[in-house]
């Protein structure tokens, strides 16, 4: 405890140091819908200032923050500043109903917050609905020192990793979630271009530009919708420095693994010769069939500066890209970054635990209605839940989450979410994946309350019900730290030991494996109603979510203050 003291009063000297220097940084986001053109079709999507991806911002750690959202569009809308702790601001963290009410068509509201204690890569996106498929951008996070700790590098690039629905995706999604069916998407995307091997496309491919000898940094972001994606580039190796803006012992590899929701940044050397190279992403999905996922590939091409055009003629150098099941490739990559202890922002782990839980995620079934008609497996809907508890949105309740909690108000949502798997069996046994009797979970809101600054350690549960997959679970207003992970069933005197205390990555999101388990720790130091759910959403909107209410501290510094007087109204 003295030394997560001394860490907490390290940390309280630099933010104020970083207060002191801060600028703000303010920014208008008018949502808007816009025709542009993909697989030969020209579809209406959503945008930012009319923009696939959307603008990238770009602000100094400790900076404030002023986003005015105004919202154009015919949908409600949010935005959710994903890896962002929102120290003490966690009405401006987004998600519709869990932190606010949606901001309703031609409406708008004031996102405020400051960005402490980190730096490097996260991202934006819509957190309403589905319209996240396009309502996306990258969100830069520079040190206050102007220095990394690495050499800094030539140039830095942006490579978000999309996909495309083609049609109209609120629509699309509308029907797949009344008939229960699933919707793949129709191609991958680079940047918003799904690349040269889809119709009409060949115009639609992203394009970077090296300079032999130079090192880019490649700011990574996977916004896909439902798929884990691999990353290459033909002949070239990366230098991973660090994953969900958080600094790692640099790994070198020829290849990214990343879910959806997490980020890399990643140094690029261009040390090959010159010519024309592909970078291309395809899926890592297990537990899936074709055509239940996009089995597509997406590919951008890279070009050295003096490839002359009597060269053009030849074709760019495509990389080998692995089976769209192979774990272990996967694997190797998650379980191999640890942190680079001593970085900027780097905390250690909390080594007392206050509160032990044991999370079961699995895709579950809910029954048709009677005289409906539903496509998923069995005729009946998909559904999906934590602790045989499938969450369901507090929609027309009056209040948000946080609002209800804020004001003591009753009937939103409930807070006995169970630490612990109501009954306890042999959770990755394939024997158990068309168990009926673990098919139809609850569904309710229910959240885990916290006392401040109490820490969590979790451990979450993959089971094989309807298929083992890989979830990567995403926190809301803070990190974990991830002290280990397997597969099979977790057992705490065979797996304890292996907890790495010392050095072990720090994420905002987590893939947990497929037929496995991962165990994570954090402190609750920050008030609010806290998100967590599966960033495949899919999965998220059948129900694979609940949230961690975090009591305001004993002071009037460590309280969660009142909701901004523009927050939207239910």
Not at 103 to 128: D, L
Not at 184 to 198: Q, R
Not at 552 to 557: E, F, K, Q, Y
Request: net charge neutral; with cysteine.
């Amino acid at each position: 405890m003295k030394l997560l003291a001394f860490w907490f009063a390290l940390a309280s000297a630099l933010l104020l140091f970083s207060l002191a220097s801060a600028a703000t940084v303010e920014h208008t986001f008018t949502v808007q819908n816009k025709i542009v053109k993909r697989l030969c079709n020209e579809r209406e999507i959503v945008t930012v200032n009319g923009l696939y991806p959307g603008p990238k911002l770009e602000v100094r750690e400790g900076d404030a923050v002023i986003i005015h959202v105004v919202n154009k569009s015919p949908y409600n809308i949010t935005i959710h500043w994903h890896g962002i702790f929102q120290l003490f601001t966690a009405w401006a963290d987004g998600p519709e109903y869990i932190t606010q009410c949606p901001i309703r068509p031609q409406h708008s509201y004031t996102y405020r917050y400051n960005v402490i204690q980190q730096e490097g890569t996260v991202w934006w996106h819509s957190h309403a609905s589905v319209l996240r498929a396009t309502v996306h951008g990258a969100f830069i996070i520079y040190p206050r020192s102007g220095k990394y700790p690495f050499p800094k590098p030539y140039k830095e690039v942006p490579i978000i990793l999309g996909d495309w629905y083609d049609g109209n995706v609120v629509d699309i999604y509308d029907h797949a979630l009344a008939v229960g069916a699933v919707r793949v998407s129709d191609a991958f995307t680079i940047n918003g271009l799904p690349g040269d091997l889809f119709n009409c496309s060949k115009q639609q491919t992203f394009k970077l530009k090296l300079r032999q000898g130079k090192t880019y940094l490649l700011r990574m972001v996977n916004a896909a919708f439902n798929n884990n994606l691999f990353f290459k580039i033909a002949n070239h190796k990366f230098t991973v420095i660090a994953m969900d803006a958080s600094y790692i012992e640099h790994y070198v590899t020829d290849i990214i693994t990343i879910a959806p929701g997490q980020t890399a940044d990643v140094l690029l050397k261009a040390d090959q010769p010159i010519g024309s190279y592909y970078m291309a992403a395809s899926p890592y999905v297990v537990g899936q069939p074709s055509p239940l996922f996009d089995n597509t590939t997406t590919r951008g091409i890279v070009v050295y500066e003096g490839y002359t055009s009597s060269l053009r003629d030849s074709k760019p150098i495509m990389p080998i890209l692995p089976p769209f099941n192979a774990t272990p490739i996967a694997h190797k990559f998650f379980t191999n970054i640890t942190s680079l202890v001593g970085a900027p922002h780097w905390v250690p782990v909390p080594l007392e635990v206050d509160e032990h839980m044991l999370i079961t995620i699995t895709i579950n079934l809910e029954k048709c209605s009677k005289n409906a008609t539903c496509l998923g497996l069995f005729q009946q809907k998909f559904s999906a839940s934590m602790n045989n508890e499938s969450f369901v949105h507090p929609v027309g309740k009056g209040y948000s989450m946080l609002e209800a909690s804020f004001y003591n108000a009753s009937g939103v949502y409930t807070t006995d979410f169970p630490n612990y798997p109501p009954v306890a069996f042999d959770f990755t046994s394939p024997k158990n994946a068309l168990d009926f009797s673990r098919m139809y979970p609850s569904k309710s809101t229910k959240v885990k309350k916290l006392k401040f600054n109490s820490t969590v350690e979790i451990v979450f549960q993959n089971t094989a019900i309807l298929n083992a997959q890989s979830h990567p679970m995403h926190l809301h207003g803070f990190s974990y730290h991830v002290l280990a992970q397997g597969f099979g069933n977790y057992n705490a005197t065979r797996d304890r030991p292996k907890y790495n205390l010392v050095n072990p990555q720090i994420r905002n999101t987590i893939a947990v494996p497929a037929g496995g388990w991962a165990v994570v720790r954090f402190q609750a130091n920050n008030p609010g109603m806290w998100f967590v759910h599966c960033h495949v959403d899919d999965h998220m909107l059948w129900g694979l979510d609940m949230a961690f209410e975090v009591e305001s501290g004993p002071t009037a510094s460590t309280s969660l203050p009142p909701p901004p007087p523009d927050l939207p109204k239910c």
